[in-house]
Each structure stands twice: as structure tokens, then as C-alpha cells.
């Protein structure tokens, strides 16, 4: 496959990705995309017959903790690091609309 990246592949790579590449960067994604290339078609060669399509390399489960009912913190405890409140609220700056 490294013969069919050309100059012209990797331009349109780049207008793709909506860049402007330089003469150089050309160059230098275009040895780079080639390594690349390269390197999957080395992952061909691997025989994978009876390897069964996964999703995840490793067993994936669920690392959340059981929902339990607890009481809150605080109001005080858990406004202390805020940086401006308003009585037991956060208070922020007005990001929607007139910023008045």
C-alpha cells in the first residue's frame, strides 16, 4: 500500500481534516502515514482463525459501587471551596443572554 500514498492522498487527508499542509508536512505525514500503513499490513499477516470478535481486549464489568441511600453533606461542608455562593448555592457568572 505505501505506493498509492501520494502527494495528492495526503493534500486531501488534510483538507479532510479541514488543515492546510505545507509542502514539509506533506512530506513528512506522508513517511509517516507509510509507517503506518506499513505496520497494519504487518498486523495482517497474523493468523487469527478461531479468535472470536470482541468488543473489548479484557472482560469489561460494572466498577460502580452499589447505590446506596446516605445522607447529604452539608450545605457549609459542601459550598466550602466554592468561590462566590449565594445563601446555600453555587454562584457563577451569567453565561446565557445579557451578561447584565
Known amino acids: 500500500m505505501p505506493g498509492k500514498l501520494d502527494e495528492r492522498l495526503i ?8 488543515i492546510e499542509l505545507t509542502d514539509q508536512q506533506v512530506e ?3 513517511r509517516q502515514f507509510a509507517d503506518i500503513v506499513a505496520y497494519m499490513d504487518k498486523l495482517q ?6 479468535v472470536e470478535p470482541m468488543a473489548h481486549a479484557l472482560p469489561v464489568q460494572n ?3 452499589a447505590d446506596q441511600p ?12 466554592a468561590p462566590d ?4 448555592f453555587y454562584k457563577v457568572p451569567k453565561v446565557i443572554g445579557d451578561s447584565q
Open 45 to 50: 499477516e497474523l493468523n487469527t482463525d478461531g
Open 28 to 30: 513528512t505525514f506522508g
Open 63 to 65: 466498577v460502580f459501587g
Open 11 to 18: 493534500r486531501h487527508v488534510g483538507r479532510l481534516s479541514r
Open 70 to 81: 446516605a445522607e447529604s453533606l452539608p450545605p457549609e461542608r459542601a459550598l466550602a471551596n
Open 85 to 88: 455562593r449565594d445563601g446555600d
